[in-house]
T-cell receptor, first 114, second 114 residues
C-alpha cells in the first residue's frame, strides 16, 4: 500500500523558520513533490526531490532521504502569506511519459501569526 | 504559456441529479489529464487520468465517470449524485515531455450535494 504522513497543523511566527516533515511508505519511489495550497484554491508546485539532499529555492528548501523515507520542507523568514496547507506527494513508479500518478498526504496546515 | 481552465467554481446540486464538470487546457498538446477530489480533512484522491483522446483510466470505483472528447478537454460526469460526492474537484495536467514533471492544477470546483 501507499502511505504518506504529515503533521496536521503547525503554527509559527512571522519572520521565523518552520520545518514541515513528511514520511512515506510506498511500493516504489520516483520522486517527491511539495505543493502549497491556500484555502479554496488549487495547489501550486513548490519543489521536487528525486535524489538525496537539500534543494534550495529562495526562502523555501526541501530535503530528501530515500533510505529513511523522509522529507522536509523548510520555510525561512516566514511571511503572513505563507499561511496555507503544504502537501507532500510521492510518485511511486517511474513513468517516462510525464504521467505522474502521485500519492498525496493529507497536508499540513500552517498558520503564521504576527 | 500553458493555462488550464475549470468550471464552474462552485456548484450546489441535489442528491440524484446529474453532474458535468469541464476542464480545458491551452498552450500545449497531448497533455496527460487528471481529475482529483479533495474531501474535507483528506488528501487529494486521484479519480481518473487520461494519456490521450478517449483513453480513460479509473482509480476508484464510484458513480463518477470521465471522458476526453478532444485532446485538451476533460469532463467529469455523474448520472446521479450521492451525498458522498461532495468535495473540492481539481483538474490537472502534466506534460508528456520535458524535464519539469509536475502537475498544474485548475482553480477547482467546490461541489456540495444536498
Amino acid at each position: 500500500g501507499q502511505n504518506i504522513d504529515q503533521p496536521t497543523e503547525m503554527t509559527a511566527t512571522e519572520g521565523a523558520i518552520v520545518q514541515i516533515n513528511c514520511t512515506y511508505q510506498t511500493s516504489g519511489f520516483n520522486g517527491l513533490f511539495w505543493y502549497q495550497q491556500h484555502a479554496g484554491e488549487a495547489p501550486t508546485f513548490l519543489s521536487y526531490n528525486v535524489l538525496d539532499g537539500l534543494e534550495e529555492k529562495g526562502r523555501f528548501s526541501s530535503f530528501l532521504s530515500r533510505s529513511k523515507g523522509y522529507s522536509y520542507l523548510l520555510l525561512k523568514e516566514l511571511q503572513m502569506k505563507d499561511s496555507a496547507s503544504y502537501l507532500c506527494a510521492v510518485t511511486p513508479s517511474f513513468m517516462n511519459t510525464g504521467f505522474q500518478k502521485l500519492v498525496f498526504g493529507t497536508g499540513t496546515r500552517l498558520l503564521v501569526s504576527p | 504559456s500553458q493555462t488550464i481552465h475549470q468550471w464552474p467554481a462552485t456548484l450546489v446540486q441535489p442528491v440524484g441529479s446529474p453532474l458535468s464538470l469541464e476542464c480545458t487546457v491551452e498552450g500545449t498538446s497531448n497533455p496527460n489529464l487528471y481529475w482529483y477530489r479533495q474531501a474535507a480533512g483528506r488528501g487529494l484522491q486521484l479519480l481518473f487520468y487520461s494519456v490521450g483522446i478517449g483513453q480513460i483510466s479509473s482509480e476508484v470505483p464510484q458513480n463518477l465517470s470521465a471522458s476526453r472528447p478532444q485532446d485538451r478537454q476533460f469532463i467529469l460526469s455523474s448520472k446521479k449524485l450521492l451525498l458522498s460526492d461532495s468535495g473540492f474537484y481539481l483538474c490537472a495536467w502534466s506534460a508528456t515531455w520535458g524535464e519539469e514533471e509536475k502537475l498544474f492544477f485548475g482553480s477547482g470546483t467546490q461541489l456540495s450535494v444536498l
